[in-house]
C-alpha cells in the first residue's frame, strides 16, 4: 500500500537491441514472442523527475514542454502510473528530458519507461528489487525492461501467463572499445509506432513464422560472441538479425517500410566498408535511422565516411 510521495529524479540509459524483440504474445502485459539482448547506451538516455501535484491529473512535460493531456506519451504515461496508483489520488508532474532524438527508432520510449520506473520506486519509497522493477517497467514498453540494467541485457521471454519470469537480466561481461554509432537519418516521430507495427506483423505476415527461430539462433550466438569476444560474430549476427525482422515487416500488409533511401545508402557504405576490410555492422529498430557496431580502433576511420557520427562507447572508454 502507497502511502507517502516525494520528488524524485532518476535516470535510465536508451539500449539497442542485437537480438529484437517483435512480437508480443500478450499485448495487455507487454509479453514478448521471443527473448531479445541488447546492450544498454552508458550516459545516452532520459532523466526523469516527479514532483508530487494537488490536481486531479498528471501534467506530462518532454524535453520542456508540456503535453496535451490527450497526446499520445502522455495518456501511456498517466496509464503506466495507474499501475502504483491504484485507487488512490496521487498525481505527479512528470518532466522526462532525453539526451537522445524522441521516437525517432532510438528507443527513447526505452530509457523513459525505466527512468520513471526508477522515480516511481523512489518517490513511493517501494523499494523494491531490480527483476521487479524490470517487470513494472516492461508494462510500460516491452523494451524498456532491458533498461534497468547497464551493459548487455537478456530479456527472457518467461514461461508464466502473469509474467512475472519476463525480465531483464544483467549479463556479466564487459567490452572495452566496443563501440555503438548513432547515424541518424530523420528524427521526426515515426507513423507506425512499434506496437501497432508488431500486432500488424504478426497478424498478416506469413514470414513472421520464421522469427522466432531466427532469433533463438541468433540469441545463443550472440551469447557464444559475447563470451569470446568475438566482434565479427556478434556484428554479423546483429545485422543479420535486424534485417530478418524488417524482413517481416516488409512482409506485412498493408507493408511497413521504415527506411528511407538514405537508410539504404548507409547500409550500402557499411557494406562497402566492410569489404574493404573495416569490421562494421549495422542494426536498425522501428525507424529510419542506423546503429553501427564497431571497435575503437575504427573510430576515426568511420568518422571520414559518417561525418558528425554521435559514438557511445557502453563499457566506457
Ligand atoms: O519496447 P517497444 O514496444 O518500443 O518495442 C521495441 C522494438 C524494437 O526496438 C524494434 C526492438 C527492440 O528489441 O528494442
Not at 514498453?141 to 527472457?156: D, E, I, K
Amino acid at each position: 500500500v502507497v502511502k507517502a510521495s516525494a520528488s524524485a529524479e532518476q535516470f535510465a540509459p536508451s539500449n539497442i537491441a542485437l537480438c529484437k524483440y517483435w512480437g508480443k504474445r500478450d499485448r495487455e502485459l507487454n509479453l514478448p514472442i521471443n527473448a531479445s539482448l541488447s546492450v544498454s547506451l552508458d550516459y545516452l538516455g532520459s532523466h526523469t523527475r516527479l514532483i508530487p501535484v494537488d490536481g486531479q491529473r498528471d501534467e506530462v512535460w518532454l524535453n520542456g514542454q508540456q503535453l496535451q493531456p490527450g497526446a499520445r506519451f502522455s495518456q501511456k504515461v498517466s496509464a503506466f502510473i495507474d499501475l502504483f496508483r491504484r485507487d488512490q489520488d496521487l498525481y505527479f508532474r512528470v518532466e522526462t528530458r532525453n539526451n537522445i532524438p524522441t521516437a525517432a527508432g532510438l528507443a527513447s520510449s526505452a530509457s523513459g519507461f525505466a527512468a520513471l520506473t526508477l522515480a516511481l520506486n523512489d518517490a513511493l519509497a517501494l523499494d523494491l528489487p531490480p527483476e521487479q522493477l524490470s517487470i513494472l517497467a516492461r508494462m510500460g514498453s516491452g523494451s524498456a525492461c532491458r533498461s534497468l540494467f547497464t551493459g548487455f541485457v537478456q530479456w527472457n521471454m518467461g514461461l508464466r501467463e502473469d509474467g512475472m519470469d519476463s525480465h531483464g537480466i544483467p549479463l556479466a561481461r564487459t567490452w572495452p572499445g566496443f563501440c555503438i554509432g548513432l547515424v541518424e537519418i530523420d528524427a521526426a516521430e515515426k507513423a507506425t509506432d512499434s506496437r501497432s507495427g508488431m500486432q500488424r506483423t504478426v497478424e498478416t505476415a506469413h514470414l513472421y513464422q520464421s522469427w522466432p527461430l531466427q532469433a533463438a539462433a541468433d540469441l545463443s550466438k550472440l551469447q557464444q560472441a559475447i563470451e569470446a569476444r568475438d566482434f565479427e560474430l556478434l556484428g554479423q549476427t546483429a545485422e543479420q538479425n535486424a534485417l530478418s525482422m524488417h524482413a517481416t515487416m516488409i512482409a506485412s500488409w498493408p507493408p511497413l517500410l521504415y527506411w528511407q533511401p538514405e537508410s539504404v545508402a548507409a547500409m550500402q557504405k557499411v557494406w562497402q566498408l566492410r569489404a574493404e576490410g573495416m569490421p562494421v555492422y549495422f542494426t536498425m529498430d522501428a525507424g529510419p535511422n542506423l546503429k553501427l557496431l564497431f571497435q575503437r580502433e575504427d573510430r576515426d576511420a568511420l568518422l571520414k565516411h559518417f561525418p558528425g557520427l554521435e559514438t557511445v562507447e557502453p563499457f566506457g572508454p
